[in-house]
């Protein structure tokens, strides 16, 4: 969410920034916000000057009563009902005009970064670079799903009986192999430094609507029916969720933090072949990182967060690419965002496994996550990115490590996290 005074200065300049997203449906919202906000101000000039004034003629009744001047007093105390009366009115039109400057606010998107790449989808986003050679096998690659179900890893027909479609149960190798990722990326962030965190796995709907556009909601989050409850969809939610209405001293900073979950999406729309098996689906779990810095820092900050996700995977010999997010592709309250894309030796194309957001001070701003400095008190700004994110990462993993045989090779950076095992044999 914008600053109300930057909107007021700078018409102009969010327009143009959400000509830029290709939101013009959005434009109008400008103007009406700014008319919103005058009739605010205004609304609260007169109730400040009303309440001055009833307090002035208030003090004044008992000194026209003392002097036995009752019909001054009576016509005194006829003012202070009169202003009580229209401070009443006040109040509510104030409560009115906030509300609906806030809801309009809330839509209106952050300012980009001057360096995104313009673009109206995510056809027009930029590759940034290449890390590691992709390679093509001398033999087929079968469907991922096929790779699970061949080390009797996976089950998609019981999953369906017991919850419906996109869930599944990880079985054996496979599910050990899930885990040990978890936990190899867990270690991975507090070897760089990371505080690791467990957080809630749902969160109230102030928080949901502090950390994400209400576009987002509506297409991801489960909402638990009767409670002001909702489950997270990845665990960034709850992590920034943490700081909601806190002061963090300027010393203090930067705070970052490596947080596990699982985390549940609805995931509408159908997808094709290649987005089924464990691809796309309503239940997973992950491995997320988070920063609350001060502004100053926040750029380098996001260059840090994607290149952790890119070292954790080359570590992992699989090769990956960044790509920049084009201005059309971004959520509304990010200034800027790489996804990080995994090598899929099947479909011979990269395909995300996480992605980095710089959100500016847009979180912080509708979750009062301010910072106290020797200047005074000013909103943080946060950033997240994902560390590794199975099953879906179990893809690109088993897919770049598969062999001739069937086999699965494991790199050397999960053996101790697999038992020292150097590959999952077929079973019989």
Partial sequence: ???????RENPDAVKENIRKKFQDGKLGLVDEVINLDRELRAAKTEADSLRAERNRVSKEIGGLMAQGKKEEAEEAKKKVTEFSGRLSALEASETELEEKLLKN???????????????KDDSENVEVEIFGEPEIPDFDIPYHGEIMESLNGLD??????????????LMGDVARLHSAVISYARDFMIDRGFTYCIPPFMIRSGVVTGVMSFAEMDAMMYKIEGEDLYLIGTSEHSMIGKYIDTIIPEESL????????PCFRKEKGAHGMEERGVYRIHQFEKQEMIVVCKPEDSTEWFHKLWKNTVDLFRSMEIPVRTIECCSGDLADLKVMSYDVEAWSPRQRKYFEVGSCSNLGDAQARRLKIRVSGSGGKYFAHTLNNTVAAPPRMLIAFLENHLQADGTVKIPEALRSYMGGAEVIGLKK
């Fill in 1 to 7: 969410m914008l600053d109300i005074k930057f909107v």
């Fill in 105 to 119: 606010m809330m839509v209106i998107p952050n300012i980009i970064d001057p360096g995104v790449p313009l673009g």
């Fill in 156 to 169: 998609l027909d019981s999953a369906r009986k017991v919850a419906g479609n996109g869930f599944y149960y």
């Fill in 254 to 261: 930067p705070h970052t933090l490596t947080s596990y979950s």
